[in-house]
């Protein structure tokens, strides 16, 4: 969905460096989530933000920073790589209804590679 | 707590025959849930939701879902596939309450194949 972006698409990377991973939409969502997506795993939520100053840890945030620049960008930052954190990552947006009806849409994802 | 359940990490079906993918939920409160897909290289789109209005949900392409609170079960179904059907499936599930965080739990995914 052209309306989320993530930056970079891929990159390769070095154990115990910093790498910081974009998202940019232009739905005019408030909420916007961090998941990481392993073979056999399905995704899993790394962070979530319902607006600005409302971030919020998932279920796998060890090793994960967040950013929520404004409302329309999300930055997660992995503040020293290390190999179990490679995977596809991908960011995504939701109104702000209330209730667990909303759709999620979500990036191309980012494909990081730590060796 | 929530979770999802796929059957099968891979289904395989030929061209033109029924498509069944399995999910199973488990939720302490009435659930919601959804089907997602993703192609290759793409990031997840829904085919469809289930909001509580009707049991039986149609989605993109073809695809229908149909909720059963005795079975706790979301199987995806569409009656001929296609070679465009080729991708990877996930069954997710949000808690079905006001107030909550639209937070959703996934299952492992299932990976079609559809065969000429």
């Known amino acids: 969905d052209a309306d989320v972006t993530q930056t970079p698409r891929n990159r390769i990377t070095k154990t115990g460096k910093r790498i910081m991973l974009e998202c940019s939409q232009t739905k005019g969502h408030d909420r916007m989530y961090w998941y990481r997506q392993d073979p056999g795993l399905g995704l899993r939520l790394i962070y979530y933000s319902f607006d600005v100053k409302d971030i919020n840890k998932g279920e796998i945030s060890d090793g994960y920073s967040v950013s929520r620049q404004a409302q329309a960008k999300f930055s997660l930052s992995l503040e020293s790589a290390i190999p179990n954190q490679t995977a596809l990552y991908f960011c995504a947006t939701s109104l702000a209804g209330g209730r667990g009806t909303d759709t999620q849409y979500f990036g191309p994802g980012t494909r990081l590679t730590v060796l | 707590a929530q979770s999802v359940t796929q059957l099968g990490s891979h289904v395989s ?4 025959a029924l498509v069944l993918l399995r999910c199973n939920y ?3 409160v009435p659930p919601y849930l959804f089907w997602y897909v993703q192609y290759p290289n793409q990031g997840l789109q829904l085919l469809l939701k289930y909001t509580s209005a009707a049991t039986l949900v149609k989605g993109i392409n073809g695809f229908e879902a149909e909720f059963k609170k005795s079975e706790t079960s979301f199987h995806l179904t569409k009656p001929s596939a296609h ?3 080729a991708a ?7 808690e079905g309450r006001s107030g909550n965080t639209g937070k ?3 299952g492992q995914g299932t990976t079609l194949q559809v065969k000429p």
Do not use: K, N, P
């Open chain 2, 13 to 16: 079906v030929s061209e033109g």
């Open chain 2, 26 to 28: 488990s939720s302490s």
């Open chain 2, 83 to 85: 070679m465009s059907d």
């Open chain 2, 88 to 94: 990877e499936y996930f069954c997710a599930v949000s």
């Open chain 2, 104 to 106: 959703l739990i996934f």
